[in-house]
């Protein structure tokens, strides 16, 4: 059993940043895969970022690529997705989720089937 808690969420004004943090419960958490989605009122959940186990490999949404990364510390136990350049369409609810399997599938993916998830951190961007 893994239990996720997001945080680091907030308000921020267009162009700033943010980071956002997800601390996850019991001793193997450094078996998962640390998943980031997003939803925005009134759409679909959608992908946000991924980091393998290692840390060595991570995938990202072609809207985030170049302005978020993902990290994660399996000291700490903690993933990590620093924001920067927000943008006002970056305002939704950001959940981490944790999952066993590491795969390009899931960038095109609502996260469905997904392990475990958090209960979100709400982001908002103002112009």
């Known amino acids: 059993q893994v239990q996720l808690v997001e945080s680091g969420g907030g308000l921020v004004q267009a162009g700033g940043s943010l980071r956002l943090s997800c601390a996850a419960s019991?001793?193997?958490?450094?078996?998962?895969?640390m998943y980031w989605f997003r939803q925005a009122p009134g759409k679909e959940r959608e992908f946000v970022a991924a980091i393998n186990w290692s840390g060595r490999s991570t995938l990202y949404a072609d809207f985030v690529k170049g302005r978020f990364t993902i990290s994660r510390d399996n000291v700490k136990n903690t993933v990590y997705l620093q924001m920067n350049s927000l943008k006002p369409e970056d305002t939704a609810v950001y959940y981490c989720?944790?999952?066993?399997?590491?795969?390009?599938?899931?960038?095109?993916?609502?996260?469905?089937?997904?392990?475990?998830w958090g209960k979100g951190t709400l982001v908002t961007v103002s112009s």
């Open positions: 019991g001793r193997t958490f450094s078996l998962y895969a």
């Open positions: 989720a944790a999952d066993r399997r590491f795969e390009e599938v899931f960038v095109t993916s609502r996260g469905d089937g997904m392990e475990y």
